[in-house]
């Protein structure tokens, strides 16, 4: 009979401590949730352009304006090294045979063609001696120094 009042109050102080340590758990999950919902707010007060990428529920440390700078670096540093290369674009018409009669039919076609490119494509297709006369004479894009150095200059 002398341990009952031992264990009622030993039962009524570890009642007392485990309702403080609930109690102390409550807030400080209550401060993580207001710290989580005060660092939610702070996010989406940013402009859209400086929030973080989140990609499968991972925040990156991008946003999109980092990498609109990061594309528009890379594609700088492309056109410095790859792009200021000049092009050319040409079509042509070949004829191997380099007689009076020959010369004098090319000076008809010029004269028929008139700088009209559409005409220059069928005269191309029907004359040429050249692979080329499939797409009517059209070589396509190239860079100097592709062609035989004849053609580059």
């Known amino acids: 009979d002398a341990l009952l009042p031992r264990f009622q109050k030993m039962h009524s ?14 807030v400080v999950v209550a401060d993580d949730a207001a710290e989580e919902e005060m660092r939610r707010a702070r996010a989406m ?3 859209w352009l400086m929030r973080s990428i989140v990609v499968a529920g991972v ?12 594309l528009l670096f890379l594609s700088q540093i492309y056109y410095f090294f790859v792009g200021s290369r000049q092009w050319c ?11 009076p009669k020959t010369k004098k039919s090319l000076e008809t076609m010029v004269k028929e063609l008139g700088g009209n490119s559409r005409k220059f494509g069928d005269v191309a297709a029907k004359y040429s001696q050249c692979p080329s006369k499939v797409k ?4 396509g894009r190239f860079y ?10």
């Open 59 to 70: 925040n990156l440390w991008l946003s999109p304006a980092s990498v609109i700078a990061i």
């Open 89 to 99: 674009e040409a079509s042509h018409i070949l004829i191997k045979d380099t007689s």
């Open 13 to 26: 102080l570890c009642k007392s401590f485990i309702v403080w340590v609930w109690m102390l758990c409550a």
């Open 45 to 47: 007060a940013k402009p």
């Open 136 to 139: 009517n004479g059209d070589l």
């Open 144 to 153: 100097e120094g592709d062609m035989a150095p004849a053609f580059n200059q």
